[in-house]
C-alpha cells in the first residue's frame, strides 16, 4: 500500500477540474462581507510546548466530554480545558509520536501514535488507565462505550478492544487498495454496532460484542484508468442519526444507508475527504473543491451551496444553533447562515492550517491548527 498524503492537494485540485492543459486555479480570495453573526474568541491554548507540529497528516483534532476539551500534539502532550474558560484541569506527556485521537466518552481518554500505541487516560485526572499496540498507525479518533472502544489503523483493521484493559476483543479488516489517501475514518458507535468507513470505498457496521460483520456497504466503486482515478477512499466519520447513516467518500458518493442493514436509500455524486455534519434532518458537507453544501436528509436534494470558499481546504463543518463553522488552509474559520449559506462572520485562529475535525457543544467550537493552536469560538444565538 502507498499512502498518498504528499499529492492530496493536488487530487483536490483535480477532482475540482483541473488538468495538466491548463493553469492550476489558486484558492478563492476573501472577499469582505457584512457581518450579521457575533462571534467571541473565548479562549486560547497552544498544545505541545508552543513548538510547531511537523507538518504530517496527522488525525489529532479535540475532543470535548462532560464541558471539557481534551487535545493533544505530535510531540505527545495531552491536555484537558475547561470549556467555559479554557481553564487547565491536566497535562500529560507521554513521550509518543502521537497521530490519532484524543476520543472522550465514560470517563476515558483515548489516544493513539504512529507506532500503533494506544493509550487510555483516566478523564478526571489523565493518569494511566491501560497502554496496547496494535499492527498499524492511528490516524483517527477512536469510538468509546463503557465496555468497547473501537479503532482504526491504517492497515485498514478495526479493532475492538476492552474499555477496562486494553485486551483486544476482536478485530475486522477490509482490503486496502495499491494506492489511497493518507487518513483514516474514526469509527462511530450506534446500537451495538461500530460503524467505519474504509479506503475501498465501503462502510461497514460490526457488532460490538464479537466483530461479527452486520453489514457491508460499497458506498462508491473504484472507475477510471489510473490509480488516481480509483481513489475512493471514506477517510471522514459517518453520522447517525435516529435509524438512518449518513456518508461521504473521496471521488464517490454522499449517502443515506439504514442503520440495522446498510441498504442505500438515497445517494448523489459527490467528493469530500473532509466529511459532513447533521442537524435538524439537513447535511451540511465541505466538498473536496471548497464547497459547502447543505442538503436535505430525506432525499439528498440540495438546499443551497456557497462556492466563496472553493479550493481553500476547508475543514469539517461544526454546527451551532444558528450557523455552520468551517475552517481553512490559512486559519481562517468561516461562519455561514444554516438556512441560507451565506457568509456571516469570519475569525482568524492563526496563519497555520485546520486539517481536522472541530468540536462543537451547544454554541461552542473549537479548533486545533496543525500548528498546535487550540481556539474556542462561541457564537451568541440570535433572539
Not at 94 to 109: D, I, N, Q, W
Not at 113 to 119: E, F, H, L, M, W
Request: with cysteine.
Amino acid at each position: 500500500m502507498r499512502s498518498l498524503w504528499p499529492l492530496l492537494g493536488c487530487l483536490l485540485l483535480a477532482a475540482a477540474g483541473c488538468s495538466k492543459d491548463k493553469d492550476v486555479e489558486p484558492p478563492a480570495k476573501l472577499a469582505k462581507f457584512p457581518t450579521k453573526l457575533s462571534v467571541s474568541k473565548v479562549w486560547s491554548e497552544g498544545v505541545g510546548n508552543g513548538k510547531k507540529q511537523m507538518q504530517l497528516r496527522l488525525g489529532l483534532g479535540p475532543a470535548i466530554d462532560n464541558g471539557i476539551v481534551f487535545a493533544a500534539s505530535h510531540k505527545g502532550e495531552v491536555i484537558a480545558l475547561t470549556l467555559k474558560n479554557g481553564k487547565r484541569q491536566w497535562r500529560r506527556d507521554l513521550k509518543l509520536p502521537l497521530s490519532g485521537g484524543p476520543a472522550a466518552a465514560a470517563g476515558l481518554v483515548v489516544v493513539g501514535s504512529s507506532k500503533g500505541q494506544i493509550v487510555a487516560l483516566d478523564a478526571t485526572s489523565g493518569r494511566d488507565l491501560w497502554r496496547t499496540r496494535v499492527n498499524g498507525e492511528l490516524l483517527s479518533a477512536a469510538a468509546i462505550t463503557d465496555k468497547v472502544v473501537a479503532i482504526r489503523s491504517v492497515d485498514g483493521k478495526l479493532h475492538g478492544l476492552d474499555s477496562a484493559t486494553g485486551k483486544e476483543l476482536w478485530s475486522v479488516e477490509q482490503p486496502v487498495p495499491r494506492l489511497s489517501l493518507r487518513g483514516t475514518a474514526a469509527p462511530v458507535i450506534a446500537k451495538d454496532m461500530a460503524i467505519s468507513g474504509f479506503d475501498n470505498g465501503k462502510v461497514m457496521a460490526v457488532s460490538l460484542v464479537n466483530g461479527d460483520t452486520v453489514w457491508d456497504t460499497a458506498l462508491a466503486s473504484p472507475h477510471g484508468k489510473t490509480e488516481l482515478e480509483r481513489l475512493v477512499d471514506v477517510d471522514s466519520s459517518v453520522e447517525v442519526v435516529g435509524d438512518n447513516v449518513y456518508a461521504v467518500g473521496f471521488q464517490g458518493r454522499v449517502a443515506m444507508l439504514a442503520l440495522d442493514s446498510g441498504q442505500i436509500w438515497w445517494a448523489h455524486d459527490m467528493s469530500s475527504t473532509r466529511g459532513l455534519a447533521v442537524a435538524d434532518d439537513t447535511l451540511f458537507v465541505s466538498t473536496a473543491d471548497g464547497n459547502v453544501v447543505a442538503l436535505h436528509g430525506r432525499d439528498g436534494s440540495e438546499v443551497w451551496r456557497n462556492d466563496k470558499l472553493k479550493r481553500r481546504g476547508l475543514s469539517k463543518p461544526a454546527v451551532t444553533s444558528t450557523a455552520i463553522a468551517v475552517a481553512d488552509f490559512q486559519g481562517y474559520v468561516h461562519w455561514l447562515d444554516r438556512s441560507s449559506g451565506e457568509l456571516v462572520a469570519r475569525q482568524r485562529i492563526t496563519k497555520d492550517r485546520v486539517t481536522n475535525p472541530p468540536a462543537a457543544a451547544d454554541d461552542t467550537v473549537v479548533f486545533l491548527t496543525d500548528g498546535g493552536k487550540l481556539a474556542a469560538f462561541r457564537v451568541k444565538p440570535k433572539t
